[in-house]
């Protein structure tokens, strides 16, 4: 509320940042979440102070509507509503005041008024908090007055306000003794107490804020002070005074010595920022360097002034490495640190770091293997052009011939007509280009997020195989070559026309699309978007709109520059120029190098602030509609490079998020499209995920779903399948009515990628207990069944899915076996898919819990296509199918002779009991303690070592694996010396360490263990050395009769032994 909220929460803004919007980050929710609690039960724990009147109101546009408010002492006047109280004269302790046909605006006077706002608000209480605090950037100066507002550097604002306080009570106290009676003064000071009341209570929560501020930052810290001190270690066994031999003259960390448990070096009020520790370095060639180690990287700044305080304003942009910022400000240490001596002693030391750097400049989605191979590929495909071009070009000397068309069509060199001013009139002239042409913009220092140069492209490079003859070619391919050419050579009118003819080709045409590329078009339209004349940029534009749908097109746009040009026209003020422009960069980012490049040249902020339209509701003219069509645009193009991970992240900085939420209230289905469509991109990450929930947007979401449009309904779908990672989404898809046109998606069945979305939507809101009594009033687990047929795997992973969910409660069970289900899950186990195995392993687990079910799966031989996936090399397999055994063991009418007849079945889950993934240890913990019911079996498994590789694992600290390797271990222990062996093994100590876990089923399993180890005396004086008999003791009142009876049987035990040994002792 106070200094936290300048400092620490992070703004945003669409437009240059003026309006200041709060992110959509972790930290902001979290700040956000904690002053929702210090709202609401205010009134109650202080009513003084909560009806206290501010100085001023706190106004802020709010969601909420009248007709919402039933709490008492408020009414509606006309389309208002007001509370019956006042604050002054004027003024009314709340109100809510018609802005505008559909907005309101919220008016608050009192900390009880804010308590019932936010009562009422209910699932929108973030939201009414987060609009409050972005129109009054300063609360505490509304509620308390301007003395209390916020300041930098001491605020002695209390001390002051406590002083005179303290003052006006002597000044009383006199005048009471001398019999003067002033209740107006005393009401007045009594007033003054609850503000200094108040005053500390908001200070108490702005040290909480900044507290949780500072705990989550320096969890999400990119670069962290370990990494910092290694840096800065590194080069100073690299400094000393002599500059032949050394880089630097010195490096070191400026400032105290102090280093907070986090790691950092910096102020506590400087570690919201994000700085780490500041760094003073001192080259040969240059003054005194300050540098800011900041989780962003590094930065230069300029450091203490004259009378030693430090100055913060940062200098240029960062950088990731120590060493990149100051080879960029020193040219000696650029030299002397690229000498092979230095770079080799620097490399050694910087191995350890080498993993993390790599994670900042690899692709999202695309490992290094496949970055190399392509690379590589692209190489060699270079070279034999090369080689190729090399060939033809002594084929042509020899014969003194005109170069053919199928030259230009390489892409590797240009003819133009050049004047000749003797009379030899007119030749040709051949002008070498490279394949692929530098940038003609440098890049906009605005882009923080650089990748690396060796990336991988998305799709392959197209091998254009024509014709050696050029005779098969249409008469089109000749004309569009010589309307080129008059685009070349032609005044402006002539080049208009030659637009305009060029556009009466069918240019969705391949063979017209090439043309134009071949005879170098694609340079000339480029060129033209560089004029001032607005009809050839208008013109150039709509040809590249048309032809950038090809993949040879759009990349040789990337190569000739074409896309920073197109970027810099979204700033045009003509709003068809700004359509037209960003639909090509739609088109053109489609691949991940055109995606990076609009990004590094500042498209991204550009393209967001196109998505800021006129209300979408007012009455429609065409400027309006042009607003409307420049924003459907922009959404086009964001939707083309929101498949970028670091885009998104840019996206959200430039403050798409609310502009998206009020377009997806749009009537438009063709803008609802580009907007669902870029909202389903963005959210796989978490940030899109939590403002998606929190701005309204899963409301509008199932209306959409709702539509006659199937591409609107599947990214719709997809979206939800994506939100509905969170229990917070899923209960508003029910709430708004989401669970039945999902369900009703399923009978378009010709329709693969709306299939995949719906199921998969189906999927995720199944989990929520409530979502699934739905779903069998709506009839979806017979649809589902009927989908497992003859579907393409990206549906069938959702449906078994969807069926693994809804399994889990037993009615549905039935459901699935009456529906048939059965066979076709067994039937999906011989497949290769690993996803869908994982799914299905699932779903059959759970359907075996039912006993007629595993009934069919046993014939089906079902549990042996679940034991041959434990050779699966894939960890996730391993662990759902492990998982899916422990039913069928238990259901099936002889467990132990069907185990038993799995050849090696049993030497290989006891196998995996040396794996390193915790979830396959765990699962095959609870398997093996099943298998152990078996007498035969359990003799079986201890030949095969079960007991000392079960010991192994007793120090986890994982409840999950605890809780079944107690069991395994309890279960093992009724076979022969196992209980000898598990003490000799060291493994009882660690077992009574899980009885401190807060999980009871850990304390249940762990019980039943020491309960079978304590038949054994040497293992009860273990025990009891371990301090066992505490917990044990109070673990025999528990209300589980199971625990119970454990826990008194151990001590029973433990007991007995210390009466032998006293017996024996005295006899």
Not at 5 to 13: K, L
Not at 262 to 267: D, F, I, L, Q
Not at 661 to 685: F, N, W, Y
Not at 705 to 727: G, N, P
Request: overall charge neutral.
């Amino acid at each position: 509320m106070g200094q936290t909220f300048n400092r620490a929460a992070q703004w945003t803004s669409a437009k240059d940042g003026t309006g200041g919007k709060l992110e959509f980050t972790k930290i902001n929710e979290e700040l956000l979440n904690r002053i929702v609690q210090f709202i609401d039960g205010y009134s109650s724990k202080f009513p003084a102070e909560s009806k206290l009147v501010f100085k001023k109101p706190l106004k802020w546009p709010s969601s909420l509507k009248p007709n919402q408010f039933s709490v008492t002492g408020c009414s509606q006047r006309g389309d208002d509503m007001v509370s019956d109280e006042m604050a002054d004269k004027e003024n009314h302790l709340f109100s809510l005041m018609k802005v505008n046909a559909s907005s309101y605006e919220s008016n608050v006077m009192s900390l009880e008024w804010a308590e019932k706002v936010s009562q009422t608000a209910g699932d929108r209480k973030l939201h009414e908090v987060r609009a409050c605090l972005e129109a009054n950037r300063d609360p505490v100066a509304n509620i308390l007055g301007d003395r209390f507002a916020t300041v930098e550097g001491e605020d002695n604002s209390i001390y002051r306000f406590t002083e005179e306080i303290t003052k006006e009570i002597e000044q009383l106290s006199k005048q009471s003794s001398d019999g003067e009676g002033n209740e107006d003064r005393s009401a007045e000071i009594e007033e003054k107490k609850a503000t200094l009341k108040l005053k500390l209570q908001l200070s108490k929560l702005d040290q909480d804020l900044m507290n949780t501020s500072i705990s989550l930052i320096s969890k999400e810290v990119r670069l962290n002070p370990p990494t910092v001190d290694g840096e800065v270690r590194n080069l100073q066994g690299l400094s000393g005074p002599s500059e032949e031999t050394c880089v630097l003259k010195s490096i070191g960390f400026y400032g105290p010595t102090f280093v907070f448990e986090n790691g950092c070096r910096a102020p506590t009020h400087r570690q919201l920022h994000g700085d780490i520790a500041y760094i003073e370095a001192q080259p040969f060639d240059t003054s005194v360097l300050y540098i800011m180690a900041n989780t962003s990287g590094y930065y230069t700044f300029k450091g203490p002034d004259g009378l030693g305080e430090m100055q913060y304003e940062r200098e240029g942009e960062p950088c990731r490495e120590l060493v990149l910022l100051l080879k960029q400000k020193s040219p000696k240490f650029a030299e002397m640190i690229d000498n092979q001596d230095f770079s080799l002693r620097v490399r050694e030391e910087k191995e350890k770091f080498v993993e993390h750097r790599q994670e900042d400049t690899m692709d999202d989605d695309v490992d290094q293997a496949t970055q190399r191979t392509d690379m590589q590929r692209r190489r060699k495909e270079m070279e034999e052009q090369e080689k190729e071009k090399q060939t033809k070009q002594k084929t042509q000397r020899k014969k003194r011939m005109e170069p053919s068309l199928k030259w230009k069509a390489l892409g590797m060199e240009e003819y133009k007509l050049e004047d000749n001013r003797g009379d030899q009139g007119r030749r040709l002239k051949k002008k070498k280009v490279t394949p692929r042409m530098k940038s003609k913009t440098p890049i906009d220092a605005e882009d923080p997020f650089s990748e690396s140069s060796t990336e991988s492209e998305e799709e392959e490079e197209a091998v254009e195989r024509r014709s050696e003859t050029n005779a098969d070619l249409p008469s089109e391919y000749w004309q569009i070559q010589k309307l080129v050419k008059y685009l070349k050579g032609g005044n402006q009118t002539a080049t208009i026309i030659a637009l305009c003819a060029m556009r009466d080709f069918n240019l969705a045409q391949e063979t017209c699309q090439l043309a134009i590329r071949d005879v170098g078009g694609l340079e000339v339209l480029i060129n033209l978007l560089d004029t001032e004349d607005i009809k050839c940029k208008i013109g150039s534009l709509k040809i590249l709109k048309e032809i950038s749908r090809n993949t040879q097109i759009r990349r040789a746009i990337a190569d000739l520059g074409g896309l920073q040009t197109m970027v810099k026209i979204l700033r045009d003020p003509d709003k068809d120029l700004k359509c037209l422009a960003a639909e090509t960069i739609a088109n053109v980012a489609k691949f991940r190098r055109a995606r990076r490049t609009v990004r590094q040249h500042g498209g991204i902020k550009k393209l967001v602030g196109l998505l800021d339209c006129a209300s979408l509701t007012s009455q429609m003219t065409p400027e309006i509609e042009k607003d409307i069509e420049v924003a459907r645009c922009g959404a086009l193009a964001l939707w083309s490079c929101s498949k970028s991970k670091k885009n998104k992240e840019a996206m959200r900085k430039a403050g798409a998020i609310p502009l998206l939420a009020k377009l997806l209230k749009s009537v438009h289905e063709d803008m609802l499209i580009p907007v669902v469509g870029t909202l389903q991109e963005c959210a796989s990450e978490p940030s899109y995920r939590l403002a998606i929930r929190t701005e309204g947007m899963i409301e509008d979401l199932v209306k959409n779903i709702k539509s006659q449009t199937d591409e609107l309904q599947m990214h719709c779908a997809s979206a939800i399948f994506k939100c509905a990672e969170e229990k917070e989404t899923r209960d508003l898809v029910r709430q708004y009515g989401g669970l039945d046109p999902l369900v009703s998606l399923l009978q378009k069945t010709e329709n693969k990628e709306l299939l995949a979305a719906a199921t998969g939507a189906i999927w995720k809101c199944a989990i929520s207990p409530e979502n699934v009594q739905r779903f069998q009033e709506l009839k979806a687990i017979e649809m589902l069944v009927a989908l497992l047929n003859d579907q393409p795997e990206e549906v069938l992973v959702n449906v078994v899915g969807a069926l693994g969910e809804l399994a889990k409660d037993p009615p549905n069970r039935l459901s699935i076996r009456k529906s048939g289900g059965i066979p076709p899950l067994v039937n999906l186990l011989t497949g290769t898919n690993q996803a869908l195995l994982v799914n299905v392993t699932k779903a059959v687990g759970q359907c075996a819990e039912e006993q007629d079910n595993m009934g069919i799966i046993e014939k089906l031989d079902g549990v042996r296509l679940l034991w041959s996936l434990l050779k699966n090399q894939n960890t996730e397999v391993q662990a759902s199918a492990a998982w899916a055994i422990c039913p069928c063991i238990e259901k099936a009418k002889d467990a132990g002779e069907m185990v038993r007849s799995f050849v090696g079945g049993l030497e290989l889950i006891v196998s995996l009991l040396k794996s390193h993934d915790k979830e396959v240890l765990a699962s095959v913990c609870a398997a093996i303690a099943n298998i152990a019911k078996d007498e035969e079996n359990l003799a079986v498994i201890t030949d095969h070592g079960v007991v000392p590789m079960l010991a192994k694992l007793t120090n986890t600290t994982d409840d999950k694996l605890r809780r079944t390797l107690a069991e395994a271990i309890a279960r093992c222990c009724n076979w022969g010396n196992n209980r000898i062996a598990f003490g000799r093994e060291k493994a009882v100590a660690p077992l009574v360490r899980y009885l401190k876990s807060q999980d009871e089923n850990v304390h249940r399993s762990t019980a039943r263990a020491l309960f079978q180890l304590s038949k054994n005396p040497d293992n009860c004086i273990t025990m009891h050395e371990a301090g066992v008999v505490q917990p044990l003791m109070a673990m025999v009142g528990s209300s589980d009769e199971d625990l119970q009876e454990s826990a008194a049987g151990c001590i029973s035990n433990i007991r007995r032994l210390a009466l032998a040994n006293e017996k024996a002792r005295y006899s």
